[in-house]
Antibody, heavy 120, light 110 residues
Framework: QVQLVQSGAEVKKPGASVKVSCKASGYTFTTYGVSWVRQAPGQGLEWMGWVSAYNGNKKYAQSFQDRVTMTTDSSTNTAYMELRSLRSDDTAIYYC?????????????WGQGTLVTVSS | QSVLTQRPSASGTPGQRVTISCSGGNSNIGSNYVYWYQQLPGTAPRLLIFRNDQRPSGVPDRFSGSKSGTSASLAISGLRSEDEASYHCASWDDNLSGVIFGGGTKLTVL
């Protein structure tokens, strides 16, 4: 079955960077894209950006454009999201989700989520 | 503050029909598809409705989506206790060039 498995929880200090991985299985990785969505404690969902696993095209949300990098590795069927200059309000669960290969579209399925805690 | 507007909460009794609304504007719902995601407590979201009114395989036909102008709705008929979850609407926004979500509606089954 189609599955996305994310890396484990992280604790980071303000100003540091975090890199979350998302390993895909059950489908041809390069025929889809991956979107990243985060959810702060008790809050709604926030789309961070999208990357094509076919050609590496990317689209980042404006609020993350200068701090985030999304990549894919077709040799391991894994997508990565790196967020830099972390702040306390970046504390959230970060989700990856399979998406269209042409642009951010709809997210199905989702990974289990990775809790990133930013604290001094 | 979310660009798409949802009521924070809704409730219903078992067997009842409940509607959850999502309000946007011309740059998002008015000119793009609407998607709905269900998030059970403590779990990742799952796709419930795509392209306004389409159900992925495995989603019961008790769930239905619709769109009119700059608003969309999710209807749940024959409400069941396992429907207790948060429901999030989403759409592409042409002005922001990105996906936007509503704030989510927490549904309680009384």
């Amino acid at each position: 079955q189609v599955q996305l498995v994310q890396s484990g929880a992280e604790v980071k200090k303000p100003g540091a960077s975090v890199k979350v991985s998302c390993k895909a299985s059950g489908y041809t990785f390069t025929t889809y894209g991956v979107s990243w969505v985060r959810q702060a404690p008790g809050q709604g969902l926030e789309w961070m950006g999208w990357v094509s696993a076919y050609n590496g095209n990317k689209k980042y949300a404006q609020s993350f454009q200068d701090r985030v990098t999304m990549t894919t590795d077709s040799s391991t069927n894994t997508a990565y999201m790196e967020l830099r200059s972390l702040r306390s309000d970046d504390t959230a669960i970060y989700y990856c989700a399979r998406d269209s290969n042409s642009r951010a579209n709809w997210f199905d399925p989702w990974g289990q989520g990775t809790l990133v805690t930013v604290s001094s | 503050q979310s660009v798409l507007t949802q009521r924070p909460s809704a409730s219903g009794t078992p067997g009842q029909r409940v509607t959850i609304s999502c309000s946007g504007g011309n740059s998002n719902i008015g000119s793009n598809y609407v998607y709905w995601y269900q998030q059970l407590p403590g779990t990742a979201p799952r796709l419930l409705i795509f392209r306004n009114d389409q159900r992925p395989s495995g989603v019961p036909d008790r769930f239905s989506g619709s769109k009119s102008g700059t608003s969309a709705s999710l209807a749940i008929s024959g409400l069941r206790s396992e429907d207790e979850a948060s429901y999030h609407c989403a759409s592409w926004d042409d002005n922001l060039s990105g996906v936007i979500f509503g704030g989510g509606t927490k549904l309680t089954v009384l």
